[in-house]
């Protein structure tokens, strides 16, 4: 037994509003109003030391209205750069070589310097830029992580339509990852989130399934990889604020489940205030549910070894967790009751302890668990157990009350006491259990000799 638990109308403008405002607004400004929050800006965390000494990304950085004209001399220089690196570039398509694309690279580079108001400039180095940063990508070497990182730092600032291109900002963010620069790779998963509504939106409204699932897949590893940086930083509140806005970008419940599971740590993480103990959970975890029970147990005694306090409520969760397992996996019931049992009778100074009552509610429902197996073989010791579950408030305590007075039906006197105390809180009881228990205080009663308290329970029977 687990313990876990719209004849006509009249038209007025007012009607058409929300499709006027649709209409204005188009549905990618209504997705991004849905799913605005603050997003960091790279000013806030400046600009890194490789894209300040990145001539091209400084140049990018310069809008093509404030360069000035072109020379007639570097337009013609650029277009003939540019063809010599076409020519390299061309062998690629036949080859695959990627050091085709190495070769052609200084030389589209090259021609955007000399004028970045030609088209081909711009479509040739983003084509270039974008097969090495892939290629890189691959890569474990850091060297190569970095080269990527100041391809996708250039890509970004290449055009307009890159700087909302989430792709870039995710490539991006795993390479900062890699490099183990948390704060930018932070910064451009971010970024990646913020850009991911336009291109739903298009999907969407091209009611393209394929393209809206791979955006979904491509969603949750922007939310996860936002989420394991918070988690190596140390800040379960942040994971779960990011899994809290899961349901405005995935429909997929098997990728919010999934997502799920990191808020579900968290909320342990931040119960505990303590890693070393959700570690230790953890490691119970796995070990139950691969059926090696046999360590969990000084596991256990490790987990409470770390609170000592009486008052703490981490202490008292530690001490119903190993109950369970004592009651539930090794069959020690009366040992996990007894465990129980010193926080039970210490209610009074431990009331204002947050979680006590959970306690409470499984020291109850093991009490009367266990003395329903006793009740065949020693009714004595089962009632006992009854009476020890009522000790302490509990969502238990009718159901105790009605093993109790099963037990009682020959002692008419505390039959009538306990059933009527049971009757003040019916409400709680289920339509059968009313039923019995009214016969039996029909029973009693009419053993007293008490005509009028029995017609009462009659009528009540009857209602019933």
């Excluded at 080859?95 to 955007?112: G, H, M, T, V």
Aim: with cysteine.
């Amino acid at each position: 037994m687990r313990f876990l638990k719209h004849n006509g109308i009249r038209c007025s403008f007012f009607m058409f509003l929300p499709f006027l405002i649709l209409f204005i607004l188009g549905p990618s400004r209504l997705y991004s109003q849905q799913s605005a929050y603050q997003t960091p800006v790279v000013e806030e965390l400046g600009e890194p030391p490789w894209v300040l000494s990145d001539s091209l990304c400084q140049l990018l950085n310069v809008p093509v209205d404030q360069l000035g004209e072109v020379s007639k001399e570097d337009a013609q220089e650029s277009n003939k750069v540019w063809t010599e690196g076409f020519k390299i570039y061309s062998g690629y398509k036949k080859s695959q070589d990627i050091n085709l694309i190495i070769q052609s690279q200084p030389y589209f580079e090259k021609a955007l310097r000399l004028d970045r108001t030609k088209n081909k400039h711009i479509t040739a180095v983003k084509a270039v830029w974008n097969t090495l940063q892939q290629h890189y990508l691959k890569s474990e070497n850091a060297k190569d992580h970095r080269i990527t990182i100041r391809l996708g730092e250039r890509l970004w600032r290449l055009d307009s339509e890159n700087k909302r291109n989430y792709l870039i900002y995710l490539r991006l963010g795993q390479c900062y990852t890699k490099i183990e620069k948390s704060d930018y790779a932070l910064l451009n998963f971010q970024k990646a989130e913020k850009y991911w509504p336009d291109h739903m939106v298009a999907a969407r409204s091209k009611a393209d399934t394929r393209a809206m699932k791979r955006l979904e897949n491509l969603m949750y590893r922007i939310l996860k990889s936002q989420i394991d940086i918070y988690e190596s930083d140390s800040c379960p509140e942040d994971v779960i604020r990011v899994v809290e806005r899961v349901p405005m970008y995935i429909t997929d419940e098997r990728i919010k489940r999934r997502l799920n599971g990191y808020k579900g740590l968290s909320n342990r993480w931040l119960f505990w205030e303590d890693r070393e103990a959700l570690d230790i959970e953890l490691e119970i975890r796995k070990l139950m549910n691969n059926k090696e029970i046999d360590n969990v147990r000084d596991l256990y005694e490790k987990l409470i070894v770390k609170f000592p306090s009486i008052t703490d409520k981490r202490r008292v969760e530690a001490e119903r967790c190993y109950a369970l397992f004592e009651y539930q996996d090794l069959n020690q019931k009366v040992r996990a009751i007894e465990r129980l049992l010193p926080w039970v009778m210490g209610r009074d100074s431990l009331g204002q302890i947050e979680n006590i009552e959970i306690l409470y509610n499984n020291f109850s429902q093991m009490s009367l668990v266990y003395g329903n197996e006793l009740k065949e073989k020693d009714r004595f010791a089962a009632f006992c157990y009854y009476k020890q579950g009522l000790v302490v408030p509990s969502d238990f305590q009718e159901k105790i009350t009605i093993n109790i007075l099963t037990l009682c039906v020959r002692n008419t006197a505390e039959l009538i006491r306990c059933g009527l105390e049971l009757w003040e809180r019916r409400d709680r009881l289920t339509e059968p259990e009313k039923r019995w228990l009214c016969e039996q205080l029909i029973y009693a009663h009419k053993q007293t000799g008490d005509p009028e308290a029995t017609r009462r329970f009659l009528q009540e029977y009857c209602q019933l």
